[in-house]
């Protein structure tokens, strides 16, 4: 029995409207840039930002000297919606990946194959990593072409690539962060009720910690419990990867993967 084979068939639709969904929001997100200058938005916007403090701008990932007349820090705003949902949905994948048979009743059909737990884990992160970066390359492809319809003149092709590229680069590695955290979780609970109500908590939970944690200086720590703030995409353009960042969201997919093969392999299930 091939596990692999049967998760991607099962997670291949919701992926696909998934992706369809989100790449239709990047579209249309992108589809008002060009409306921006002749609206006067720069403006608009600054006048507003004006009367709020600096720091509950960062706290909702604004700049103050942000110009949405400027392709890229419009898209990187407009984008930063698009890497949170892709957060949530490597969460759901990964907290739906190994409860659902145990919850269901038909983990006993799989002991009843000469299948190992960890062959079944393998399988199933297998399954959702392939299914998040498909995710990935359709938003990511629907993304650059937007993009490069509606692009100014003075921005070239190269340009546009690489900071596309370096942005879907950090989504993934957020998914891929929430993705683990979502597996460990899956590998600890008994039931797939309020699977997803979890993986959303999880996320916003985390999120929230990070806003406080760019509210005051002394709360900066926080951002580390935030991976979100690891790979903001309006950051990730202007600064590119901060080394520390990724170091800390390898650690935390390496810890949170070798503890759910650990966890899985000595769980009591319910059979």
Excluded at 57 to 64: E, G, H, Q, R, Y
Excluded at 163 to 175: D, Q, R
Excluded at 218 to 245: A, C, Q, R, T
Aim: hydrophobic share 55%; charged share 15%.
């Amino acid at each position: 029995m091939n596990i692999f084979r049967f998760e991607f068939k099962r997670l291949l639709k919701s992926g696909i409207v998934w992706s369809l969904i989100c790449g239709f929001l990047i579209v249309l997100f992108m589809a008002l840039f060009p409306s921006m200058e002749d609206m006067g938005m720069k403006e608009i916007v600054n006048s507003k930002m004006q009367g709020m403090s600096v720091d509950l701008l960062k706290a909702f990932n604004i700049d103050v000297a942000v110009d949405f007349t400027n392709i890229f820090d419009y898209l990187g705003y407009a984008i930063q919606y698009i890497a949170m949902a892709s957060a949530i949905y490597g969460a759901i994948l990964g907290v739906n990946s190994l409860i659902r048979e145990e919850s269901q009743g038909t983990i006993e059909f799989l002991y009843s194959k000469p299948i190992t737990r960890t062959k079944i884990v393998t399988s199933k992160l297998l399954s959702i990593v392939l299914i998040f970066l498909m995710y990935i390359m359709i938003i990511g492809i629907l993304a650059m072409g937007i993009c490069y319809i509606v692009k100014p003149e003075d921005v070239t092709v190269i340009d546009l690539i690489i900071k596309i590229k370096s942005v879907f680069i950090g989504i993934t590695l957020i998914g891929f962060v929430f993705m683990s955290l979502g597996l460990l979780i899956s590998s600890i609970i008994k039931s797939d009720r309020g699977a997803i109500p979890i993986s959303i908590g999880i996320f916003f939970v985390s999120y929230f910690i990070g806003m406080i944690g760019k509210l005051k200086e002394s709360f900066e720590w926080l951002k580390y419990i935030s991976p979100f703030d690891y790979f903001v995409p309006s950051n990730i353009m202007k600064n590119g990867f901060e080394l520390k960042y990724i170091i800390i969201s390898v650690c935390i997919i390496v810890i949170c993967v070798i503890s759910s093969y650990a966890i899985y392999k000595n769980k009591d299930m319910n059979i």
